[in-house]
């Protein structure tokens, strides 16, 4: 399969330009002169273009040609294009050149990371032996759609960070993709590159370090296409005024830009487009100050209804709550509603740090943050369900409320077409139908009160809307959900949340990166975790001077079982439970005794899980099982979502014989 005509042309224009760059015509008359001196014998009336060639190559000239245009042929490490013709390209920082498939009618933006340094935090940590297991710090980015992820590396004062990104300016519907991108169009791209810091500790905990914004125009006014920064990270959360280290970046537009555009040009495009912003986002607080005003007015006790309007990012900054909820399409990683349900609800839920007392700090992150991190806390993951369930079609809001003791919390909530609502808990996967109590009734019997958590409620809201409740009572049970209803609940101008939340208002808006599918192989970590469990128990019961034998039959017969509960989770659908208990019932003989134990995690730490289980009077009392003729039996069984979260559902088991 050949390159089409204008492809192939920018291709070799690319080729001459290099070409020139090196002055390989001048070095190539040079040699040839020096050859035909040297080498043309008085008989010989000419050199052949063999001859020609082997004089080029014997003095280097192809060699260094060839490196130039990084075609590498001699690394261990290498992926090749999917058709021969199609070209690459090659990351010079890196000893082993990977190569990434490149179209030169578009444009790139290359970004490379060369090191970082003033990591103070860890100015005393020892440089890890080769093959010791150590925390390290992983870069995440996201740019228009693509999402990438650096080599991790060990923890230290000066992280060894050596990775380029190949960034496509223009992907999928985000452009014209059908013509390369000139300087202009480029200035106009207000997206940043969204950079996130996260640091891994040696039992695969994971923490946000940093979240930065890069600003990449400045390349666009440079000599060469090409620049080099210094971006200085700083904490997040209550340390967002503290730096904790230092990168340096080096940006580069490719194909080369014909046409620069003066820095002064730059320059003045983003202070107009930063201008533009703040005073959206100003007209926006004088609004929201008046709409406040007037919702306090209806009732004086609306003062300590959960009415929140604005919440703190990661970075500090205070943005609108609406912000943080757009409809977020799975593609093919996730097939249903109560499948994405599932998916959030096994990511794990942490909450934010905090220095001291003083009760919870704020920290809503933002959606890159919180899917690098791999856990955030229950705002975190109602924003994600919303957005995923938006995605769907459905019409979603985010609950603000609390549940018992009136510890503030937030849920998802749905609004059928028929009138139904349904709550849906983003940290349990758990929906519920609410059906409204009257107050003037009495009180329901004990059988019939509702099952969900939820105590009171202040506000609902999604990326378009947002509502406080005005009824007399914000208790849920009582509580009407007629959004219309504006003697129920008093709504925000459509108007005034689009003009700072709709994609693109604004340049602080981060854009909403697309979910990832799973790097986990299911069978392979299944696997080690079940010989993982294997060894401790067997420890466990050698210290307690207990032989141990395991039965692979049995063992395997627990599968079903485990499949059968992470589908009743995503489905609420219980099956195939008589199949499991038949298999069991012959497989234990007669006069002996069949004891099991299921469990759920969201990590695949075997040794904590183990722990964990030895915790339950119930396990304990299998994995230490005395009788006659006991067999052991365990089995592991993890299930995969999108962003490598897990679903670990381990059984263990055993048979003895009852002795009366």
Sequence with gaps: MSLPAEKASELKQLIHQQLNKMDVHGRIQEILAETIREELAPDQPQLSTEDLIKALKRRGIIDDVMKELNFVTDSVDQE?????????????????????NIDPTRRYLYLQVLGGKAFLEHLQEPEPLPGQVCSTFTLC????????RSKPVPCACEPDFHDGFLLEVHRESLGDGTRMADSTTMLSISDPVHIVLIKTDIFGETTL??????EWRSVLGSENGM??????????????????????IKLETYPPLSQLISQEVVNTQLA?????????????LVYAKQWWREYLQIRPSHHSRLVKIFAQDENGINRPVCSYVRPLRAGRLLDTPRQAARFVNVLGYERAPVIGGGGKQEQWCTLLAFLCRNKGDCEDHANL?????????????????????????????????????????????????HKPVNPGESPPPEQSKPLYPYRTIGCVFNHQMFLGNCQPSDSVDVCIFDLNDESKWKPMSEEAIKSVCAPGATTS??????????????????????????LLVSEHRKDLGLTTVWEDHLSYLLSPALASYEFERTTSISAGNEEFQDAIRRAVPDGHTFKGFPIHFVYRNARRAFATCLRSPFCEEIICCRGDQVRLAVRVRVFTYPESACAVWIMFACKYRSVL
Excluded at 141 to 148: A, I, K, M, P, T
Excluded at 227 to 248: C, H
Excluded at 509 to 534: G, H, K, W, Y
């Design 80 to 100: 090749f294009p999917t058709s021969p013709n199609q070209p690459y390209f090659a990351d010079k920082q890196s000893t082993l050149f990977k190569k990434t």
């Design 141 to 148: 980015l996201h740019f228009r759609n693509q999402r990438f």
């Design 209 to 214: 370090v940093a979240s930065y914004f890069l």
């Design 227 to 248: 620049t080099s920064l210094t971006v200085e990270l700083m904490g997040v959360g209550t340390e967002s005024k503290v730096s904790v280290g230092i990168l340096n």
């Design 272 to 284: 107009l487009e930063r201008q533009k912003t703040a005073e959206r986002e100003r007209l926006f």
């Design 385 to 433: 369900l919303c957005s995923l369930l938006l995605g769907y079609g459905l019409e979603a809001f985010v609950c603000v409320g609390t549940k018992a003791k009136g510890v503030p919390h937030a849920w998802v909530m749905t609004c059928g077409t028929d009138g139904t609502i349904t709550f849906w808990e983003s940290l349990t996967g758990h929906r519920y139908i």
């Design 509 to 534: 808006l981060p854009p909403f990166p697309p979910l990832c599918a799973s790097v986990i192989d299911a069978s392979v970590t299944s696997n080690e975790m079940e010989l993982q469990l294997r």
